[in-house]
């Protein structure tokens, strides 16, 4: 494969308040962004081989949410503690860490970190409500561990806000 599909999503609505913020469930609205956004991630033909979910309760949910909406099956999931409030630098060396041949990726994490991160990739200023994704494309990186020298050449091929504001 001569390129790749990085998707970045930011978990589904979540109450501010009542728990501690690791363990913050998806509201109801979440629950809506993240049916959507599963929907319309597998419509577009976007559907990733392999998803790397923050291990915070919120993410996990709009993850299992995502998935059971899609009725689509994933060939891997990693859900990493590392991706919790993850920096960009973070969430790329993630990347390079974790990802082998699979063209298409899921990043599931929290901002500002995941805004951040496609906003380097790429090169134009990403402001991720809940519920969202930056669909990226690099058409001839042929490998993962070289993401982190890729800022700036990934094309935005979509942004999907599941749920209008």
């Not at 923050?54 to 995502?66: F, I, K, M, V």
């Not at 041949?101 to 990726?105: D, H, I, P």
């Not at 500002?112 to 496609?118: C, N, R």
């Not at 969202?132 to 669909?135: F, Q």
């Given at each position: ?21 690791r ?7 979440g629950?809506l962004e ?7 991630l597998?419509?577009?033909g976007?559907w990733?081989?392999?998803a ?15 998935l059971d909406?899609s009725?689509?099956s ?5 859900i990493?503690p590392?991706?919790y409030?993850?920096?960009?630098e973070?969430?790329?060396a ?6 082998g ?5 899921l990043?599931?994490?929290h901002n ?10 790429s090169g134009?200023?990403i402001g991720m409500?809940?519920g969202?994704?930056?669909?990226l494309?690099h ?11 890729t800022?700036?050449n990934?094309r935005l091929?979509?942004f ?5 504001r």
């Open positions: 494969m001569s390129d790749r599909r990085l998707i970045l999503a930011r978990h589904g609505m979540s109450p501010l308040i009542g728990s501690s913020d363990t913050r469930p998806l509201s109801d609205d629950r993240a049916e959507l956004l599963g929907q319309q597998l419509e577009l976007w990733p081989q392999i790397l979910v923050s291990d915070a309760q919120r993410t996990q949910e709009t993850w299992e949410t995502l909406a009725g689509a994933i060939d891997e999931v990693a990493l590392d991706l409030q993850a920096s960009p973070r969430i790329l993630i990347l390079e860490d974790v990802l041949q699979q063209q298409t990726a990043v599931l994490a500002p970190g995941i805004s951040e991160a496609a906003s380097w990739a134009i200023r409500g809940t969202n994704a930056a669909l494309h058409p001839t990186m042929t490998d993962w561990t070289a993401v982190a020298t800022g700036g990934w091929v979509d999907l806000r599941p749920v209008p």
